[in-house]
């Protein structure tokens, strides 16, 4: 789980990525995503909601997807998202109701290193309010870090607004042609051994 502040970061593709890649360095996902070798399995598969954010028809999101095949050397990558009224078969979405039980009964004090608010409730403090917003973000993570879903730990962090995100790398329209596959619930990114082309794209224009 990564907690962000949702007034000062936001949802989007480029911090989708950043999450990608922190995943790559928890142990705690090793055996799930890499190799007995330590090395990243060469297919990837992501499923995801369809929103903006996240959506494998946007152009931002395939772009990032891209880059993961790219930066990481994989076969294939796949982000599939679920068709419009059947979210509730995501399993994600399913697994959050438990997070949501465990902050029911959770009191985290708003100003935890001074009043970053004035009377009428307006921000007086950028930088406070930003420590305060960290230290309600870090104390959510303690309560989720403690949790165990469907026999797995479950890992959360706070991740501070300012963080550095991913630049995204160009390809060109050849490669793009030649590598990425485009549906209305899936983009594809695969390698395609030169021996194989033809036939693929034979296939898929019949």
């Known amino acids: 789980m990564a907690i962000r502040s949702g007034k000062h970061s936001s ?3 480029a911090t989708h990525a950043k999450d990608f890649e922190r995943l790559l360095d928890l142990e705690d996902f090793s055996s799930l995503l890499k190799t007995p070798t330590g090395e990243l399995k ?3 598969i992501f499923t995801v909601d369809g929103g903006p954010d996240e959506n494998p028809r946007y152009h931002k999101v395939i772009n990032y997807a891209v880059q993961h095949f790219l930066d990481h050397n994989l076969h294939g990558l796949f982000v599939a998202s679920n068709a419009p009224g059947l979210s509730k078969y995501n399993r994600c979405e399913r ?9 029911s009964t959770l009191l ?5 290193f001074g009043n970053h608010l004035d009377s009428d409730g307006n921000t007086i403090d950028v930088e406070l309010e930003k420590e305060n917003f960290k230290h309600a973000g870090e104390c959510l993570a303690d309560v989720w870090s403690g949790m165990v879903v469907d026999k797995f730990n479950v890992v959360a962090e706070y991740i501070q607004p300012d963080e550095e995100l991913p630049d995204l790398r160009a390809v060109s329209p050849k490669w ?3 590598h ?14 030169s021996v194989k082309k033809k036939r693929f794209l034979k296939s898929s224009l019949d």
């Open 11 to 13: 949802s989007t593709a």
């Open 42 to 44: 060469p297919v990837q």
């Open 95 to 103: 697994t959050m109701s438990r997070l949501s039980k465990e902050m």
């Open 108 to 112: 985290i004090p708003h100003n935890k």
């Open 176 to 178: 793009y042609v030649e």
């Open 180 to 193: 990425v596959r485009e549906s209305q619930y899936m983009v594809q990114v695969i390698f395609f051994p």
